[in-house]
């Protein structure tokens, strides 16, 4: 018994820490959910194929996830390069889409919106739509960001990742990511 209650208080302490290291998660979750995000064109931690990339047709690479929490009212997608010389560097933005989509096929349109629903915000290289890997030099890392959301974001096309990270903040049920690298061939 004295293990069932000692389990008990370890799980509540884990589900506590999951909450308090992401400000972000909906307030009053007990623990935010883990979306699994997946890649047909590389695995986690594994290179991002050119095709996809500024050496390539610089398309967006076809995404799949799942455990969106039943309660989701749309998903956002946030990619961006944490390891770009003059910071953190973004690389697509999408919102609003509906909670029943569960991926996105490869070489979205670079446009507003989305066929079947979503929105497109502007990348650091000030478009709307994907603009792939292009490292001055070194490894990079692209993380894929996943995020289920209690709201719809009623955003006009073109918000930033800062717009739409305010306009998230607690409204997040799960997340989720998936981490690509990339090393330019010269």
Known sequence: MEKIVL????VGMLSVSVCAK??????GAKKMGTITVTGQAFNHMQPIPPQYTCDG????????WN?????AKSIALICDDPDAPAGTWVHWVVYGL????DSLPENVPKTDTIPGGGIQGKNDFQRVGWNGPCPPGGTHRYFFKIYALDIMLNLPAGK????????????????GELVGTYTRKK
Do not use: C, R, W, Y
């Open 67 to 71: 455990n969106v929490p039943p309660a």
């Open 98 to 101: 509906p909670p029943a989509i």
């Open 57 to 64: 047709a610089d398309i967006s690479p076809p995404l799949t």
């Open 22 to 27: 992401n400000p972000d998660v909906k307030k």
């Open 160 to 175: 930033t990742k800062t717009a739409i990270e305010k306009a998230m903040k607690g409204h997040i049920l799960a997340q």
């Open 7 to 10: 389990l008990f208080i370890a």
